[in-house]
Nanobody, 123 residues
């Protein structure tokens, strides 16, 4: 299984970005997948997750601004990020859970990770 994250960049506060996570070796239609982010010196934290059925969850700080989605035909998940803030600056990773019964918030629940894409929000 391979995950290829892309779409990061340098933007100004209030701008938007869309991250993509192209997946091979496992179908996103039957997987539970998520976006995490990490800043230096801190642990990786869950940003958003999407279930096999398309149900979504978000961390409080991004709810209403970010939207996770997936395209089964393209085997890709996305993270639409609107009204970006400087505190959203981080390396963003996509991950796939090993089993549907595991906890969304624990890093140990994820069996595969993408390489990360850097999002920098600065004026």
């Amino acid at each position: 299984v391979q995950l290829q994250a892309s779409g990061g960049g340098l933007v100004q506060p209030g701008d938007s970005l869309r991250l993509s996570c192209a997946t091979s070796g496992q179908s996103v239609s039957v997987s539970e997948m998520a976006w995490f982010r990490q800043v230096p010196g801190r642990s990786r934290e869950l940003v958003a997750g999407i279930s096999r059925d398309g149900n979504t969850l978000y961390t409080d700080s991004v709810r209403g601004r970010f939207a996770i989605s997936k395209n089964n035909a393209e085997n890709t998940i996305y993270l639409q990020m609107n009204n970006l803030k400087p505190e959203d600056t981080a390396l963003y990773y996509c991950g796939v859970k090993a089993r549907t019964t595991t906890n969304w918030w624990r890093l140990s629940s994820y069996s595969y990770w993408g390489q990360g894409t850097l999002v920098t929000v600065s004026s």
